[in-house]
């Protein structure tokens, strides 16, 4: 099964429009939305009312204080550098904010009599649809770290879902994680082909110039396109010079659309409308679908030894 991962470097580029368009184009039976912290691929997709497969997910430990137990010295709340810990005369005593509180267990281990215990929580929730095509997303409690190790787990899920089926799938679309972080390491782990949604803009530029050096480390080979590139042409020139000087394939440019917005009020993909982004974004999905299987030509130059950061 070949793994398509698309990219932004930053949000708001077009990544999930895209994305949904090309689950749309290729009629994809397996798929997933790696962005945990605010999942909205599910929103295009038109699904029946099948109820999702849902899976807790268990991040960092969280303390736990034995009011019983405590004896009030006071070293739990001088130690906790996150000040997650409160006395609480109408609690009864000691009590961790669970929000404040980052699983360092420093309160544990300086406890003279144990009544601080680490326990499992909840950091978020794992979804599977499993109906006509399978669908692998998640949703990471509010201020719950280890995104990173999420989406791990939603692409494991989508795997193991997919091998149990009856008929085998060549292709699986994966809408990868905002920005340059843990979530995007973890996106770009294992997959086949990298496709940059860009931005033409000056933080767009930056942002995916960090996530070409970020695939380098993979040794993942890499295929951009250009999203509303008609609203800053000469950022867009840039992006072009980029690619040809990196000698990466440029699949396409995207223009400003209007029919976006409405087609994602409707809840269906942008491709289901005669548009000219629709247009755009057909011939971008048949270039990139051909370098995923054909392979990304061979270039002159070795293609890690090319600076990308300035």
Known sequence: MKQLLILSGKGGTGKTTVASAFVALSKAKAFADCDVDAPNLHLILQHSDEQPVLTPYYGLQKAVIDTESCIECDLCRESCRFDAIENLKEKGGYVVEPFACEGCSVCEAVCPVGAVRMHPAVAGELKLYKEGAVFSTAQLKMGSGTSGKLVSEVK?????????????VD?????????IGCPVIASISGVDLVLIVAEPSVSGVSDMKRIIETARQFQTEVVVCVNKYDTNPGQTREIEKLCETLQLPLAGLIPFDGMVVEATNQGQSVVAFPCSSGKAIKEVYAKVM?????????????FHNIPVVD
Do not use: M, N, Y
């Open 156 to 168: 494991k899920q989508l795997k193991e879902a997919v091998q149990v089926l009856p008929e085998a």
């Open 290 to 302: 051909k370098l995923l299987f054909e392979g990304v030509p061979k270039r002159v130059t070795g």
């Open 171 to 179: 292709l699986a679309i994966i809408d990868g994680s905002p920005g």
